[in-house]
């Protein structure tokens, strides 16, 4: 059967193609917080840069390091709201003390992120406790940076993001499985991994860090205050949310149709959105 031939899955497919296609992240985030990305940008110094660059690299390892441990497998609705409480919370934190509260809380904002990204993944269906599935969690932060001028809201920025990161993911998996049959691991491990889940991670915190630093950069600005953090981790988490909800969607498809039958009618989806060019 067709993915045309299935009006709740073809209905899905077009929910995950707007979820895909939205508005960046940090476009969202300063509309509600009525500041620009460019001010804080110039205000914030290399050497907070480099802060913030680290502190991504080690949420996404401390993310692969807890990912699934506090989750069990059996398929249930995915506890949104509860995330996003969370999350909130860390944002308040991060907002009272500034700059200065951004080391920890970005490694904690990202770790709430990927549980809740394993969560939305369990929603969908996916095994979390297989390695393969993790990594596509993981991947989902690289979704939400618009790197280059070019990489705007069309199909490619989501398939492309993931051509490009595809061989190390592959590779990645494979040495997870290897380490999961020797070790019967049932979660990651930072400390055991190896070089391709480093590779996998650099990658993703080359594009994450874009959001990141921008969002640090608005977090950082005098008038921030702890409401406005924690609305701004309220809407960084939504997205991520919405992210991984599409793409785990896409990905329950394309083990039933085909990656190349769900990119297809993905395309011909994107084109019906308002705004978009054939």
């Not at 809380?105 to 549980?115: A, D, G, K, S």
Request: some cysteine; proline content about 2%; hydrophobic content about 45%.
């Amino acid at each position: 059967m067709s993915i045309k031939e299935n009006s709740q899955d073809l209905q899905d497919l077009e929910t995950a193609v707007r979820l895909l296609t939205d508005t960046p992240v940090m476009i969202k985030i300063t509309n509600v917080v009525g500041s620009t990305i460019e001010a804080g940008l110039k205000a914030l110094p290399q050497k907070a840069r480099d802060a913030v660059q680290d502190a991504t690299q080690k949420g996404l390892h401390k993310a692969v390091e807890l990912a699934g441990k506090t989750l069990e497998a059996k398929v249930q609705e995915a506890s949104s709201k509860t995330h996003m409480f969370a999350a909130a919370t860390t944002g308040a934190i991060g907002g009272f003390f500034g700059f200065a509260g951004l080391a920890l809380e970005i490694p904690t904002t990202t770790v709430l992120m990927m549980r809740s990204i394993l969560d939305i993944a369990r929603s969908e269906g996916h095994d979390i406790t297989d390695p393969k599935v993790q990594l596509e969690c993981l991947s989902v932060f690289s979704h939400g940076s618009q790197a280059t001028d070019a990489d705007d809201k069309t199909d490619a920025s989501y398939y492309a993001s993931r051509a490009a990161l595809a061989e190390v993911m592959t590779e990645a998996a494979k040495s997870l499985g290897k380490i999961a049959a020797e070790r019967t691991a049932s979660g990651l491990s930072s400390q055991s991994t190896g070089k391709w889940v480093a590779q996998l991670i650099d990658a993703i915190a080359t594009r994450f860090g874009i959001v990141i630093t921008e969002k640090a950069a608005l977090q950082a600005a005098p008038f921030i205050g702890a409401f406005t953090g924690a609305t701004v981790n309220s809407l960084f988490m939504d997205f991520y949310q919405d992210t991984a909800r599409g793409h785990f969607t896409v990905l329950r498809l394309e083990e039933k149709y085909g990656m190349e039958a769900v990119q297809s009618a993905f395309e011909a989806a994107r084109r019906q959105l308002p705004g978009q060019r054939g």
